[in-house]
């Protein structure tokens, strides 16, 4: 960790305080900048303390990220971002710990890690910075390519199938699941205060571009001409309704969510759509077949869910129980001293 002067302590934090003295050192134009600002300015208004953060990153562009933070950081290995981070929170679970990851360092060479650090709901608050290509190694595709994809490792177009990485967290049991946007730093940063407040693995998938290599990937969605038609935000206890005159929604029909225009007639309804028709999310749900049914809405056909799909509670974290398991252990077994352990139970002579 490099740190500067600290700020009177009297005094209330702002963004920059979190800002460590290195010179940020990626591509000008970067989505990153967005995120780690977005980060620096939710802190400051919650009000974290410095020393009450780790941020943890693996190899990538977005794992430069606890460099550019004046917290506990630690710039780890490709992929096991998740596996060192959750060592640092049995370690100390009053430490606030952010994982920094890419869609190639946490979905490929980590995807193992990840699916295991969400199944077992660690008290981690994961960002993973989604531009569907490899940036830092100058621009193969992805686990989030999509097939088609030319890149300088497909000459000839990936015939992948990529990753939907909400889809994958919510199969790996993940009780918190959002997506935001670089470029849309006060829905971000509300996100990532309600990630913070989540006890358990909080899942923050960030569409991000990289204006090098990919540059535009989400100007299909993000275009201010068009992005009220082409997202539909996801708030707990309100309707999903959309579009620039708020006249489109989604509704349940025949297992799956369908997107309409209100006062249209639906042929699976049989009649003309109502305002009430549309679903009422919640996202406190324990049940994920709804949020399951947002991951597959078709990009550029259906509108694009951002906001928290999912974040339900009661379930506690991984390190919580662990810390219970050892004070029932130690409770049953005085303290002993290591000559002791070393001596007990079965030993040998060599």
């Keep these: 960790m490099t740190t500067k002067t600290q700020p009177d302590p009297d005094s209330k934090l702002?963004?920059?305080?979190?800002?460590?003295?290195?010179?940020?050192?990626?591509?000008?134009?970067?989505?990153?900048?967005?995120?780690?600002?977005?980060?620096?300015?939710?802190?400051?208004?919650?009000?974290?303390?410095?020393?009450?953060?780790?941020v943890i990153s693996g190899i990538g562009c977005s794992s430069r990220f606890p460099y550019y933070m004046d917290t506990f950081g630690f710039h780890t290995i490709h992929g096991r971002a998740p596996a060192i981070a959750t060592g640092v929170k049995l370690a100390n679970p009053d430490l606030s710990v952010w994982v920094a990851t890419g869609d190639g360092d946490g979905l490929s060479i980590g995807g193992n890690h990840f699916i295991h650090m969400l199944r077992r709901n660690v008290g981690l608050k994961v960002l993973l910075f989604n531009n569907r290509i490899y940036g830092l190694t100058k621009g193969q595709y992805s686990p989030t390519s999509e097939r088609g994809k030319v890149t300088r490792s497909s000459p000839?177009?990936?015939?992948?199938?990529?990753?939907?990485?909400?889809?994958?967290?919510?199969?790996?049991?993940?009780t918190f699941v959002a997506r935001g946007f670089d470029i849309m730093s006060p829905h971000l940063q509300t996100i990532i205060k309600e990630a913070q407040g989540h006890e358990g693995t909080a899942f923050i998938e960030v569409y991000q571009n990289c204006n090098i290599f990919n540059d535009g990937a989400y100007e299909g969605l993000t275009d201010k001409k068009i992005r009220d038609d082409m997202l539909v935000h996801v708030e707990h206890g309100k309707p999903l309704i959309y579009g620039k005159d708020l006249d489109k929604g989604l509704i349940w029909t025949n297992n799956h969510l369908e997107a309409v225009k209100i006062g249209e007639f639906n042929d699976h309804l049989g009649r003309e759509v109502?305002?009430?028709?549309?679903?009422?999310?919640?996202?406190?749900?324990?049940?994920?077949?709804?949020?399951?049914?947002?991951?597959q809405l078709r990009e550029g056909i259906d509108p694009t869910p951002i906001g928290v799909l999912r974040a339900i509670e009661g379930h506690k974290s991984y390190e919580t129980l662990v810390h219970e398991q050892l004070e029932q252990i130690q409770a049953k077994k005085p303290a002993r001293s290591i000559e002791e352990l070393l001596h007990s139970g079965k030993t040998w002579k060599v």
């Design 156 to 174: 000839d177009g990936s015939v992948d199938t990529p990753f939907n990485p909400l889809a994958l967290a919510l199969g790996s049991q993940a």
């Design 14 to 54: 702002k963004a920059k305080d979190y800002a460590s003295d290195q010179e940020v050192r990626w591509c000008p134009g970067c989505g990153d900048y967005g995120i780690l600002k977005s980060i620096q300015k939710a802190f400051a208004d919650m009000g974290i303390l410095k020393h009450e953060v780790a």
């Design 274 to 295: 109502q305002a009430e028709d549309v679903v009422v999310w919640d996202a406190k749900n324990p049940n994920p077949t709804l949020a399951f049914g947002l991951t």
